[in-house]
Antibody, heavy 120, light 108 residues
Framework: QVQLQESGPGLVKPSETLSLTCTVSGGSISSYYWSWIRQPPGKGLEWIGYIYYSGSINYNPSLKSRVTISVDTSKNHFSLKLSSVTAADTAVYYC??????????????WGKGTTVTVSS | EIVLTQSPGTLSLSPGERATLSCRASQSVSSSYLAWYQQKPGQAPRLLMYGASSRAAGIPDRFSGSGSGTDFTLTISRLEPEDFAVYYCQQYGRSSWTFGQGTKVEIK
């Protein structure tokens, strides 16, 4: 059974770069897309971007200038970097396995989420 | 960007009642690319439906989905205590994903 675990600093200073890693266990990172999603306190879900295990990437246009997602198949993990953060980037950050086929698109396995607070 | 608008914002119902949640898209969405998620407080979202009407693994048959084009519906035939949660619709289009703002199903 595939499980995802987010890790990274829970506190980031304004203007700095937020860095998170999602480790995939119980299965291979190959053959799937992998997404980052965030949820500000008390608000809804926002897709940040996704990466294919081979390196193909798409970002949310509203965050594209500040986001970098990468994958390390040897470590079975993928990562998120969000630069120039502000208080508006405070959120629970989730990683999710993303099924993207010719027929269906959905996110079927999610990490438990990690809370990141942007504050000095 | 395709905007998904969910209604109502909050649905107050009693256990055993039927819940009908709406998700309306700002432009036509392929049914294959429409999914629903359930989120309980302090938990990650959980996939309920994909392809608008296919139940994910382990999802009870009291959950059903329907719709096409710009209008989609999630129905819970008889609410169980564990069904009170927030529900999100999600769509994929033009290499981008968007979520609705959520419908909270609360105990009346």
């Amino acid at each position: 059974q595939v499980q995802l675990q987010e890790s990274g600093p829970g506190l980031v200073k304004p203007s700095e770069t937020l860095s998170l890693t999602c480790t995939v266990s119980g299965g291979s990172i190959s053959s799937y897309y992998w997404s980052w999603i965030r949820q500000p306190p008390g608000k809804g879900l926002e897709w940040i971007g996704y990466i294919y295990y081979s390196g193909s990437i798409n970002y949310n246009p509203s965050l594209k200038s500040r986001v970098t997602i990468s994958v390390d198949t040897s470590k079975n993990h993928f990562s998120l970097k969000l630069s120039s953060v502000t208080a508006a980037d405070t959120a629970v950050y989730y990683c999710a396995r993303t099924v993207s086929t010719s027929f269906f698109y959905y996110m079927d396995v999610w990490g438990k989420g990690t809370t990141v607070t942007v504050s000095s | 960007e395709i905007v998904l608008t969910q209604s109502p914002g909050t649905l107050s119902l009693s256990p055993g009642e039927r819940a009908t949640l709406s998700c309306r898209a700002s432009q036509s969405v392929s049914s294959s690319y429409l999914a629903w998620y359930q989120q309980k407080p302090g938990q990650a979202p959980r996939l309920l439906m994909y392809g608008a009407s296919s139940r994910a693994a382990g999802i009870p048959d009291r959950f059903s989905g329907s719709g096409s084009g710009t209008d989609f519906t999630l129905t819970i035939s008889r609410l169980e205590p564990e069904d009170f949660a927030v529900y999100y619709c999600q769509q994929y289009g033009r290499s981008s994903w968007t979520f609705g703002q959520g419908t909270k199903v609360e105990i009346k």
